[in-house]
């Protein structure tokens, strides 16, 4: 199983990134497949979560409404929409298969790609 | 929403102690707890889940246990690779994790 992350990097306030997470060695519409981030030098934060066919979604309260999760499961994809970023929502973002669904725990996890969000 | 309590924040030992981390529930989730180890720089990696389910892979010397609102990771003997930071989870509703355990040397 491997999962990698790109799309990260600076950005300024109130702009917009796009995420993405390549899954190999698994069958990927087999699996819900989430993000969770984590602040330099802090805890771990579930983002969102979307299930096998995209049918159910989730989001933290943190980000709902200013995050948009996707999947595309043709090219084993997975995508976050971030739009009006804050400075708050600079972390490593790491992508994580969710062997249970949407509400789930995670058993891989990728490498991450780090968001900083500043002027 | 259901808050997790991890404890303690940070606690020193040697190799071959036994270590014991808390998380507590603010309500009743049942047996959907997991537990990760993170290392410096590196992504978090699942030692246990469903509360005492060990991953495949995972040293026997890490288990897990509780139900409803207290559960437990213990190693029975820690070795030099299991310096880290440890996190619980639960996934009972939304995913949320606990604020870590730091484990460094005494």
């Known amino acids: 199983v491997q999962l990698v992350e790109s799309g990260g990097g600076l950005v300024q306030p109130g702009r917009s990134l796009r995420l993405s997470c390549v899954a190999s060695?698994?069958?990927?519409?087999?699996?819900?497949m989430h993000w969770v981030r984590q602040a330099p030098g802090k805890g771990l934060e579930w983002v969102s979560g979307i299930n096998w066919n995209s049918g159910t979604t989730g989001y933290a309260d943190s980000v709902k409404g200013r995050f948009t999760l996707s999947r595309d499961n043709a090219k084993s994809s997975l995508f976050l929409q971030l739009n009006s970023l804050r400075p708050e929502d600079t972390a490593f973002y790491y992508c994580?298969?969710?062997?249970?669904?949407?509400?789930?725990?995670?058993?891989?996890w990728g490498q991450g790609t780090l968001v900083t969000v500043s002027s | 929403a259901i808050q997790l309590t991890q404890s303690p924040s940070s606690l020193s030992a040697s190799v071959g102690d036994r270590v014991t981390i808390t998380c507590r529930a603010s309500q009743d989730i049942s047996g959907a707890l997991a537990w990760y180890q993170q290392k410096p720089g590196k992504s978090p990696r699942l030692l246990i889940y469903d509360a005492s389910t060990l991953e495949s892979g995972v040293p026997s010397r890490f288990s897990g246990s509780g139900s409803t609102t207290d559960f437990t990771l213990t190693i029975s003997s820690l070795q030099p690779e299991d310096f880290a930071t440890y996190y619980c989870q639960h996934f009972y509703s939304s995913p949320l994790f606990g604020g870590g355990t730091k484990v460094d040397l005494k």
């Open positions: 994580a298969r969710g062997p249970y669904g949407v509400v789930t725990h995670f058993d891989y």
């Open positions: 060695g698994f069958t990927f519409d087999d699996y819900a």
